[in-house]
């Protein structure tokens, strides 16, 4: 991973801002004393539950969403005949914000090995990215600590990025919860569901703060400092790259910013060898009792899977520390000091 290639935008990643004119290559001469590589999350998390809906694409109105329903439920039409009778266009979903972005900056820095690569084969740096980073902790700036959070405008903006990204499904949050059911007798004997509406799930549990880690190379720094400083020349890329060193970490980091879950898929089942929905077929099995006047006893099964929606921004920052050296500086120090420029130069 290359996040200072020469190109203005990297593979997966969503955008890039940078102090360089083009991106990876100085603009004037640099003596770098340190690095930093900043890895920033969001200051908040939280999960609610609810349903994924195949996403509509004109303006229509959403079918109910409530917090568990069954398969009689879907072949009844309990949710309205907008919500296919097999559930093809409606599932079991959850939503989480910031959650696995944390995920994903923990586990990319344990994942990768910083290489940083000068002239033609000069290794500077070659250390795990987790003993050479910093994360930024919002649990100093902001204190840590638990509350609420309106997620109506976190859902949006998660919808809005799926849609970017090409995905059929929008996810509804829970306006209603299911109480029961009852059991028709006529003109078939059909068992739905009972609901009311709710806003109980308007507001989500959030904790405030966030991880907090500073390598062992940074000396409980911001930086890891370099032992002998080194020239970096204008016009020459800077080679500092990420290369994979723990395969389990990386599954993991890609398991946490995928929208697939990679390589888990979109609906994400307990095991790869259950089926969506729990056996319950029989006159004894999982058995509800109805609110009906005279209640009845009527087998249940539900999905197994869960749509999984991830939201939050995962930052990571190279930051190099030093003086720059315009021409006039440049020459000074050759002149007047060469040990460290001839020093520097040879890594």
Known sequence: MNL???????????SIDSTFLINGILQTDILAQGIGVHVFCEPM???????AFLAPSTTVAPPP???VFTTNDLTQRAMG?????DGA????????????????GWNFINAYQFQWKTSQRELVLNELA??????????????SGTSEVAIIEFVAAINAQYRAKGSTTIFLPVNFRRVGSVTASSPTTANTGVFHPTRDFDLAPVTWGGLRWQGYGCRGQMYRP??????????????????????VHQAQMLQAVTLNNEPLGINVSPDENLSDTTSGVGASTMLEQTLDTTPTLSPQTVNVSRQIFKGGILKLAIKIKGWEMPGGWKAYCETN????MSASKSG
């Open 65 to 67: 969403s409530p917090d």
């Open 130 to 143: 987790a003993d050479v980073s910093y994360f930024g902790s919002f649990a100093d700036a902001e204190a």
């Open 81 to 85: 005949t907008t919500v296919d009778a």
């Open 4 to 14: 200072l290639s020469g190109s203005s935008s990297v593979p997966g990643v969503a």
């Open 337 to 340: 000091m060469p040990q460290i």
């Open 45 to 51: 998390s939280f999960s609610t539950i609810g349903n």
């Open 89 to 104: 266009n409606f599932t079991p979903a959850v939503l989480e914000f910031g959650v696995d972005v944390w995920r994903a």
């Open 226 to 247: 370099i032992e002998s400083p080194c020239f970096l020349e204008r016009g020459i890329p800077i080679g500092m790259l990420f290369v994979v060193q723990d395969a």
